[in-house]
């Protein structure tokens, strides 16, 4: 097929999109009655963002949509948005950056392919089935160009597939190499048959953690679907707010967001909250994919020991089992999510670079930090809490 005929286009709102089209591309398991493989890239999760002004005007992502039509359909489209700094990306080129401007180039702004302030792997070119090839090819093709007519520094591609890193390394792009901690679902019916898998002392620490949480002195309740109310996120608002200025100085989605998700995707997302007297103190946001849950967010405003493992890690494994979702991901960072079953998982992301010899120099880095980051993921494994061998210690 020409390449030629594909017509591409750069939309500054989704609102210029019509739904089902962005979605044929973004989620076409959906219009078989599917759960979205990835609740992140459809149209309505993206449009809350920009909507509730989450995205767009002082907040660093200003969106540049690319949409690719063949003979008036179309075919491609990828949530691409022009960055002027490199927050909530987490998978980090803040040093690039540095280098870049020490040695008198202007780093920002750039493009980022990318679902913004969401560390979870997914499709990010996304192609309507049966025009994967010249879709993904249209889509970096543009974006690159995007980048070179502007005069800007760099294009990236964050949580992208293993498939479509290896696609956009034969399209020239630079491959980089990462790692999260997921928990994978070993067709186990209960929650004890994953305990049953660990080592005795993993479990009994498990257990000793469970009951420490759970005698914070209230109850422990998960909401879905019709079930969340809006004083759920009243509450959950309080929460992200605090860890939001915690952790990042002023917290990524405002409050509209979460209005907005819960008229349009309360069914893709589940709310645990820990209760005491009747009003929420600590609460846990997943979102629901066809194989996956997603632990997105995290806030209390009482501390109480292990209530955090019990919210994120253990009533996400729960819920996983109970859905039967092959994983959990539980977000970027924290070494600790290893003793509680989550292992160590390489995440992928794409880079080009406009400068030659800065793409040079970042190509040899990769190569370097790709090789440190394999030997990483196998150490931690090796570290983890499941049995070393088929006979241990029974309890």
């Known amino acids: 097929m020409d390449q030629a005929q594909i017509e591409i286009q750069v939309l500054g709102s989704l609102t210029q999109i019509d739904a089902s089209d962005w979605d044929a591309c973004a989620c076409p398991e959906a219009a078989e009655g599917r759960r979205p493989d990835d609740p992140f890239t459809t149209h309505r999760f993206l449009s809350a963002l920009e909507v509730s002004g989450s995205v767009g005007p002082g907040t660093g992502w200003q969106p540049q949509y690319l949409v690719c039509y063949l003979d008036g359909q179309m075919i491609a489209c990828a949530p691409l948005y022009a960055k002027g700094n490199s927050q909530g990306e987490y998978i980090f080129d803040h040093n690039w950056a540095h280098a870049y401007e020490r040695a008198g180039g202007r780093y920002y702004p750039k493009l980022q392919i990318a679902v913004p302030f969401t560390p979870a792997t997914g499709r990010r070119f996304l192609v309507r089935p049966c025009y994967e090839e010249i879709g993904v090819s249209a889509l970096v093709q543009g974006a690159v160009q995007l980048a070179t007519d502007n005069q800007l520094s760099s294009m990236h591609v964050t949580f992208c597939t293993k498939r479509e890193a290896e696609i956009g390394r034969a399209l020239g792009l630079m491959p980089r190499s990462t790692q999260q901690f997921h928990w994978l679902n070993d067709s186990y019916e209960r929650f004890d048959d994953f305990l049953a898998a660990l080592s005795s002392r993993k479990r009994k620490n498990i257990r000793k953690e469970r009951r420490q949480a759970q005698g914070f002195g209230g109850t422990i309740e998960t909401y879905t679907g019709a079930d969340l109310r809006p004083e759920h996120w009243d509450a959950f608002w309080r929460f992200y707010q605090d860890t939001g200025s915690r952790k990042w100085g002023t917290p990524y989605l405002t409050r509209e967001f979460f209005d907005i998700v819960h008229h349009t995707m309360a069914d893709d997302m589940a709310l645990v909250l820990a209760e005491r007297d009747g009003a929420p103190v600590a609460g846990a946001l997943n979102f629901i994919g066809h194989s996956a849950l997603y632990g997105r ?99």
């Open 297 to 395: 967010y995290w806030g209390c405003t009482e501390h109480h020991p292990c209530l955090h493992f019990e919210l994120c890690y253990y009533q996400a494994i729960d819920l996983a089992i109970e859905m039967g979702l092959a994983r959990v991901e539980a977000g970027a960072q924290g070494e600790h999510k290893l003793a509680r079953g989550y292992l160590p998982t390489e995440t992928s992301s794409l880079h080009w670079v406009a400068d030659p010899g800065f793409r040079t120099a970042i190509e040899q880095y990769l190569d370097a930090e790709g090789a440190a980051v394999d030997e990483e993921i196998e150490i931690l494994t090796s570290y983890g809490p499941f049995k070393k061998t088929q006979v241990e210690e029974q309890e």
